[in-house]
């Protein structure tokens, strides 16, 4: 979803023990690999290191979660793929023509992804949208999306948007605020 918080990600006590030994295990593998492969190292703990800057682990930023934070870690990543082509491509001639197709594929089928994630930005009643129906937990993007109905004067679709907001999230004052003003 274009931006997740408020009640959306809720993960149980195993699947933070399973990322824990994930990431143990790259680290230890980036270890055992650091003289054979150091580029190949690096681009794997640029993942960790620049979500530490834009993920609010090294300073808070403010943002729970959302796509635009992993734009500087996905750098590491699209690098290491492209040494993996580099590897896969060095042989010989019909090694590299099977490479170069399987690029192209992976390109050509990413960059249909991208066209259509991207048209979540289309505009903002898209957006908003798109937003409840990819994060319907998220009472974030209800209280977005009612806000935005307000500003449209569509205050009977607001109010139900404030109050799926305040389902989620009781706590949430400003839902309560903005349900109340619709009123």
């Known amino acids: 979803t274009p931006a997740r918080s408020y009640a959306t990600t809720n993960p149980t006590l195993i699947e933070g023990v399973l990322g824990l030994a994930a990431w143990l295990l790259v680290g230890l593998l980036c270890w055992t690999r650091r003289r054979k492969a150091p580029r190949a190292v690096f681009l794997t703990l640029w993942f960790p290191a620049a979500f530490a800057v834009t993920g609010n682990v090294a300073f808070p930023l403010g943002t729970i979660m959302a796509e635009r934070l992993l734009y500087l870690p996905s ?47 289309i505009n903002d009643d898209h957006f908003h949208l798109v937003s409840v129906i990819d994060s319907p937990d998220s009472a974030k993007a209800h209280h977005d ?38 009123y």
């Open 145 to 182: 999306r009612g806000l935005w109905l307000a500003r449209k004067l569509d205050y009977d679709a607001a109010q139900l948007e404030f109050q799926r907001a305040l389902e989620i999230l009781p706590s949430f004052s400003r839902a309560a605020y903005y349900l109340a003003s619709t």
């Open 75 to 121: 750098a590491g990543a699209a690098l290491l793929a492209a040494l993996g082509v580099e590897r896969l491509a060095d042989g010989g001639k019909l090694r590299r023509t099977a490479t170069a197709g399987a690029t192209a594929v992976v390109a050509l089928v990413l960059a249909f992804a991208y066209d259509a994630r991207g048209r979540a930005w």
